[in-house]
Each structure stands twice: as structure tokens, then as C-alpha cells.
């Protein structure tokens, strides 16, 4: 089985940066997209970007693209999100997410998930 796990998050002022990573293990193919997610207290869990790790290719949340970029790193099997100008409106915990096969954008697809990490932004 897949095991991820989160790390990276923390507190900041609005218009700077963080990369969180996402260590994972398990096999390739129950792995073969990866994605990120977040969800912030009160909120519905939000999808920020889907990869497709086989095809190199993906989509991202039009509220997120120009400002976040999704890489991965096959050798070490670690997946990172970099965000940029970081606005309050992302405060939220952050989720590395996995499924075998194909990419979907809904969160209940994905079968394996790490433990989260926290993002906060400030005005």
C-alpha cells in the first residue's frame, strides 16, 4: 500500500512563498497520479492540482495557476507543491493524495493520503 507523508507548512505573510513536500513509498502503479488538496475549517476539501505521473501532465485550480507549481522527483519519490505569493485566502491544511490508474478531480477517488500539513497566511 502507498504511505505519504507531508512536510513544509508553516506560517507567513502574505505574497511570500512555501513548498511543501510529500514523501511517498509503496508501489508505482497504485501511485500513478498524484495530487494535492486543501481544506480549510468550515469548507468543503478543495482540489489544487492533479498529475498524472506516467503521462507528466496534469491540471491545476484556476485560483492557484501562475502562483503554484506541482513537481516530482521519480528517483527519490517525492512529490512538491510550490506556492507563490501566497494569499490569506490559501490558509488551509494541506493533503498529498494518490490512486492508481488515471487522475480525477474529485478527492474521493484518491486512495491513499498523508496526514496533512498546515499553511497559514496572514494579511
Known amino acids: 500500500q502507498v504511505q505519504l507523508v507531508e512536510s513544509g507548512g508553516g506560517s507567513v505573510q502574505a505574497g511570500e512563498s512555501l513548498r511543501l513536500s510529500c514523501s511517498a513509498s509503496g508501489n508505482t502503479a497504485d501511485r500513478n497520479c498524484v495530487a494535492w488538496f486543501r481544506q480549510a475549517p468550515g469548507k468543503n476539501r478543495e482540489t489544487v492540482v492533479v498529475?498524472?505521473?506516467?503521462?507528466?501532465?496534469?491540471s491545476i485550480d484556476s485560483s492557484v495557476k501562475g502562483r503554484f507549481t506541482m513537481s516530482l522527483d521519480k528517483a527519490k519519490m517525492m512529490y512538491y507543491l510550490q506556492m507563490n505569493n501566497l494569499k490569506p485566502e490559501d490558509t488551509a491544511m494541506y493533503y498529498c493524495a494518490a490512486k492508481a490508474d488515471s487522475c480525477s478531480w474529485s478527492f474521493k477517488d484518491f486512495t491513499a493520503w498523508g496526514q496533512g500539513t498546515q499553511v497559514t497566511v496572514s494579511p
Open positions: 498529475h498524472n505521473t506516467f503521462l507528466d501532465g496534469g
